[in-house]
């Protein structure tokens, strides 16, 4: 199983990005994926995550600003992230977990995706 992140860059504060994450070689549905993202000197913090069932949670500082989704057919899942400020950059790194565990801190037996940098500054 891979999870393979794409989407990331350098955008001005105020732009706007979109991270998407697939997975490939996977022979059963995960019921929750989502997005953790680290900033340099800081831990690991959970940004968004989705159930199967498009029950979502959304961290308070990115609330109203980011978005998630999925579509479970193709198990992709999607952040969209606007008005982007500074303390928003950070590597972002895509998870799959196939338990209903909502548990928000990682577990073993989760999947992780690479990270792609996202970098806010004018």
């Known amino acids: 199983v891979q999870l393979q992140a794409s989407g990331g860059g350098l955008v001005q504060p105020g732009g706007s990005l979109r991270l998407s994450c697939a997975v490939s070689?996977?022979?059963?549905?995960?019921?929750?994926m989502g997005w953790y993202r680290q900033a340099p000197g800081k831990q690991r913090e959970l940004v968004a995550r989705i159930s199967s069932g498009g029950t979502t949670e959304t961290a308070d500082s990115v609330k109203g600003r980011f978005t998630i989704s999925r579509d479970n057919a193709k198990d992709t899942v999607l952040l969209q992230m606007n008005s982007l400020k500074p303390e928003d950059t950070a590597v972002y790194s895509c998870t799959a977990r196939r338990s209903l565990n909502w548990n928000p801190s990682p577990i073993p037996g989760d999947y992780w995706g690479q990270g792609t940098l996202v970098t806010v500054s004018s």
């Open positions: 070689g996977n022979g059963f549905s995960f019921n929750i």
